[in-house]
């Protein structure tokens, strides 16, 4: 039988990110960003992976409801002190399992590389923050940062959503309740959650994963009833990430989206993580503060996503930065490698690109002469 708390305790000392467990082969690392056995272990047996799951779900009867129903369990396990988030699924009729190991220590918001900016617009009295991103790319990371720095110097009623819940926050200055939704949990859906937060007098609302339209519809609701609601959604670029919250929607209800969403978005930080040149992980920012331009084109009746770039560069003075200045930042502070940052962007935009890299370069240059 393996010992599953001992393969976690050799996983927190080589820094791993995630475990992976899969019947045949030994427990797998993933040590940035690369998949690494795990030296001195066994072989996992079909027997493993069932104990592994009698372990974490701990005869909890509607997380095993949840299984059987579903195929697929997100929960979470605590190895002595330190949390883990845990998805369990099925591979030829047999559990396999993802382990994703939560640090204790947040990182401050100050380490993490991300905007100012961002940190300034928890601010705002009401409307709409998101941070995106594709898997693995810090979301969690940044939105509990914020939050962990709104508890630390505003004093408000933070109320998060969570599936499930990764850093637990000590209240501070704010007032923080967290609540885990599924089934069994705090509250079934991230939908009922947002709905009854209205009558909980919070004055910042979290919400883990917008999923879906009732979701959707519930944040934006909360926003427009005077409340400052940051979530994240699963996007890979400012630009996706307003097609994707428009596409929620029937088309016929589509424009009415849009000037709502142009009226209570504030900002949208979609976000990557490289291995950098040092071998550490660099968060690879994309910024979109939303002023007059970028509500002018979110309104139209077709939303390009050259127009959204374009309006993230025309708003840098309002705090906007597009993803080539970010990447092309990172490459020439010698951060990353060219062939990194070449790969970040389309082809199209190579050449942008380069000049940009050109121009970062004369003024550091002219930066250092000064």
Same mark, same amino acid.
């Given at each position: 039988?393996?010992?599953?708390?001992?393969?976690?305790?050799?996983?927190?000392?080589?820094?791993?990110?995630?475990?992976?467990?899969?019947?045949?082969?030994?427990?797998?690392?993933? @040590?940035?960003?690369?998949?690494?056995? *795990?030296?001195?272990?066994?072989?996992?047996?079909d027997?493993?992976?069932?104990?592994?799951?009698?372990?974490?779900?701990k005869?909890?009867?509607?997380?095993?409801?949840?299984?059987?129903?579903?195929?697929?369990?997100?929960?979470?396990?605590?190895?002595?002190? $330190?949390?883990?988030?845990?998805?369990?699924?099925?591979?030829?009729?047999?559990?396999?399992?993802?382990?994703? %190991?939560?640090?204790?220590?947040?990182?401050?918001?100050?380490? *993490?590389?991300?905007?100012?900016?961002?940190?300034?617009? #928890?601010?705002q009295?009401?409307?709409?923050? =998101?941070?995106?991103?594709?898997?693995?790319?810090?979301?969690?990371?940044?939105?509990?940062a914020?939050?962990?720095?709104?508890?630390e110097?505003? +004093?408000?009623?933070?109320?998060?959503?969570?599936?499930?819940?990764?850093?637990?926050?000590?209240?501070?200055?704010?007032?923080?309740?967290?609540?885990?939704?599924?089934?069994?949990?705090?509250? =079934?859906?991230?939908?009922?959650?947002?709905?009854?937060?209205?009558?909980? !007098?919070? !004055?910042?609302?979290?919400?883990?994963? @917008?999923? !879906?339209?009732?979701?959707?519809?519930?944040?934006?609701?909360?926003?427009?009833?005077?409340?400052?609601?940051?979530?994240?959604?699963?996007?890979?670029?400012?630009?996706?990430?307003?097609?994707?919250?428009?596409?929620?929607?029937?088309?016929?209800?589509?424009?009415?989206?849009?000037?709502?969403?142009?009226?209570l978005l504030?900002?949208?930080?979609?976000?990557?993580?490289?291995v950098?040149?040092?071998?550490?992980?660099?968060?690879?920012?994309?910024?979109?503060?939303?002023?007059?331009?970028v509500?002018g084109?979110?309104?139209?009746?077709?939303?390009?996503?050259?127009? $959204?770039?374009?309006?993230?560069?025309?708003?840098?003075?309002?705090?906007s $930065?597009?993803?080539?200045?970010? @990447?092309?930042?990172?490459?020439?502070?010698n951060?990353?490698? =060219?062939?990194?940052?070449?790969?970040?962007?389309?082809?199209? +935009?190579?050449? #942008? =690109?380069?000049?940009?890299i050109?121009? *970062?370069? %004369?003024?550091?240059?002219?930066?250092?002469?000064?």
């Open positions: 039988m393996i010992n599953i708390d001992q393969v976690i305790e050799k996983a927190i000392e080589k820094d791993a990110s995630d475990i992976h467990w899969i019947s045949g082969l030994k427990p797998m690392l993933r @040590i940035t960003r690369s998949l690494v056995e *795990l030296e001195g272990s066994q072989v996992l047996k027997e493993d992976m069932y104990d592994l799951y009698d372990t974490v779900i005869g909890n009867v509607d997380k095993d409801h949840v299984f059987n129903e579903t195929k697929k369990l997100d929960t979470s396990y605590e190895y002595n002190g $330190i949390r883990l988030r845990v998805n369990i699924s099925y591979s030829g009729g047999v559990p396999v399992c993802t382990m994703r %190991i939560i640090k204790n220590e947040l990182p401050k918001y100050e380490d *993490l590389g991300v905007p100012d900016i961002v940190r300034r617009m #928890t601010y009295p009401q409307g709409l923050i =998101l941070v995106t991103g594709k898997t693995n790319s810090g979301k969690s990371t940044t939105l509990n914020l939050v962990n720095h709104i508890n110097t505003q +004093n408000k009623k933070i109320l998060s959503l969570e599936s499930p819940i990764e850093y637990k926050h000590t209240s501070h200055n704010s007032i923080i309740v967290q609540k885990e939704v599924g089934e069994g949990m705090d509250c =079934l859906t991230y939908h009922d959650g947002v709905k009854n937060a209205l009558r909980e !007098d919070c !004055d910042i609302l979290v919400i883990g994963e @917008i999923r !879906d339209k009732v979701t959707m519809e519930a944040a934006i609701e909360m926003a427009e009833s005077g409340h400052l609601v940051i979530g994240t959604l699963h996007t890979k670029s400012c630009a996706e990430t307003i097609d994707r919250m428009i596409n929620f929607y029937d088309v016929r209800d589509q424009m009415q989206i849009k000037y709502l969403l142009s009226a504030k900002l949208v930080i979609s976000q990557r993580l490289l950098g040149t040092s071998g550490k992980l660099e968060l690879v920012p994309e910024v979109m503060v939303v002023d007059n331009v509500a084109v979110m309104r139209k009746e077709k939303i390009s996503v050259s127009e $959204i770039e374009d309006a993230i560069q025309s708003g840098q003075d309002k705090g $930065i597009s993803l080539i200045n970010s @990447i092309a930042k990172l490459f020439v502070e951060k990353i490698t =060219l062939e990194q940052a070449k790969i970040q962007v389309e082809e199209k +935009n190579i050449e #942008t =690109l380069n000049r940009t050109m121009q *970062l370069r %004369i003024k550091m240059g002219n930066e250092q002469k000064n």
